[in-house]
Each structure stands twice: as C-alpha cells, then as structure tokens.
C-alpha cells in the first residue's frame, strides 16, 4: 500500500503516477528491505500489467526518483521508498544494516551542510547527493 500522504504529495506536485509506476511503488513500499529492479518484474506480471521488460522497469524507477519518490541505493543497486514526502530534500543519509538488511532513512541538516561546505572547499560541482552508511543496526546489535 501506498501510504496516503505520498498519494497526496503526487496530487499536489500532480506527479503522474501511471499504473506501471504505480505498481512499482507500491511493491517498494509493501517491502520491507531494498529491492532490485529485476525483482520488481515478476511482481508485476503477478499484477497483471503484461510482460515487463528491465528497461520498463528501469524508466518507471527513473522517473519515480526524478520525483522524489524512490531512493537508489548505491551500495546495494536497489530501490526503497522515500520516507519523507517533502519532495526534495538532500542528501538523503541511509543507515544500512548489513545483518537484517533493514534501511533507515534519515533527514538531517547537518549533512546538507558537510556536503555543501564539503563541495564549496574543493570547487566541487555536485550532481548526486547520497550518504551510505554500511554497518550494523541497533537491534542487530542487542542480540
Ligand atoms: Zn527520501
Ligand atoms: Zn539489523
């Protein structure tokens, strides 16, 4: 399921949620862990929308990130669904836990400033803004 807020962030930014690329989302929301694009096929034929090629996939995933939707994720090359439905908002930090291969997504203005502060001190132009931290969660850690 799609939560509401994001269908209301798609109505407000009128993003154009096809049924290919609605279906998409709603398969990185209804999983829990990141997923591959070529998962992501079979999931579709089962909802019927015909015989998927990568490539459709591929697009629907580019244009869902173009909108602020979907992360990639490019430690893991997957997807998860944006947590925070404010539209944009950079750099997105992802704590990955390498036992449980639970993703957080965290929103914080200390990082939107290292990378700006970061960039500006080597005359750096930034296209891709993405903080990956690869470790162990917290509840992997208790047990
Ligand atoms: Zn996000
Ligand atoms: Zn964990």
Redesign the pocket.
Known sequence: MIPQAVTTYCAQQQVDLSPIRCEVLAFLWQCERPVKAYDIIPYLKEQGIGSPVPMTVYRALDYLAAHHLVHKLHTLNAYIPCHFHEGAHQPATFLL??????VQEMCDDNAEKFVQSTAAKHHFAVKQQALELVG??????EG
């Not at 836990?97 to 639970?102: R, S």
């Not at 162990?136 to 850690?141: F, I, L, N, T, V």
């Open positions: 836990c390498q036992d449980c291969g639970v162990r969660c917290a509840r992997c850690s």
